[in-house]
């Protein structure tokens, strides 16, 4: 099977990876593409002790009273337990995932809701595949978690709702290599121009 998955990826990459890597770190864009491949190279699967329940699976879901749209990398049950668990494939970086594990792990306790309302039961485990390093980052569900989630995304709903005054706080390299509204944004256009300028003196 991994054979099969690695040739895939060799030959659909570049048509399935359409955004461009920013140029720093130098480098990238090959290093990106020689670990998915490694990964895809050395996969034996999850378990065999695993069904799959759903994979990218599109949803809309009501949380509090405001609509939500999520996809959801994966959801698998144990097949001994009955225990499910959700899994969100991450290519960032470690370091990035674990310096704000708290807010990332917001994610997988949105798509806990979802679990509990199609499948009846929230999961047990939410887990980043970590796949560029070959390692799981391991949530046990918690409802105390959970429950801070929803409060946590209903107060900042309520703040942008609110909110009145909208101001931007441009970043260069967001803005010039990130940013998808750049194209259409004053300030992003004010930097990414300021930069051209400088390298044609």
């Not at 020689?34 to 695993?50: H, M, P, R, T, V």
């Not at 391991?138 to 978690?145: N, V």
Request: hydrophobic share 35%; net charge negative.
């Amino acid at each position: 099977m991994s054979f099969e998955l690695a040739e895939v990826y060799t030959a659909e990459y570049d048509e399935a990876v359409k955004e461009y890597f920013p140029p720093f770190p130098r480098g990238l864009p090959g290093k990106y593409y020689d670990e998915g491949l490694q990964y895809f190279k050395s996969f034996d699967g999850f378990g065999d002790n695993y069904d799959v329940l759903s994979v990218e699976d599109r949803f809309e879901l009501d949380i509090r009273g405001n609509r939500f749209v999520g996809i959801a990398d994966l959801i698998l049950r144990d097949r001994n337990t009955g225990l499910i668990t959700v899994i969100d494939h991450k290519s960032k970086s470690m370091q990035s995932l674990k310096k704000k594990l708290f807010e990332n792990t917001r994610q997988l306790y949105t798509y806990a809701a979802y679990v509990k309302e199609r499948f009846g039961a929230f999961p047990a485990m939410l887990r980043f595949n970590m796949f560029r390093y070959g390692k799981f980052v391991d949530e046990p569900f918690s409802m105390a978690r959970y429950n801070e989630t929803m409060d946590w995304i209903e107060r900042t709903i309520a703040i942008i709702r609110a909110d009145q005054d909208w101001h931007a706080f441009p970043s260069d390299y967001f803005c010039r290599f990130i940013c998808s509204t750049r194209d259409s944004c004053p300030l992003g256009q004010e930097i990414v121009h300021s930069q051209e300028r400088l390298i044609s003196i």
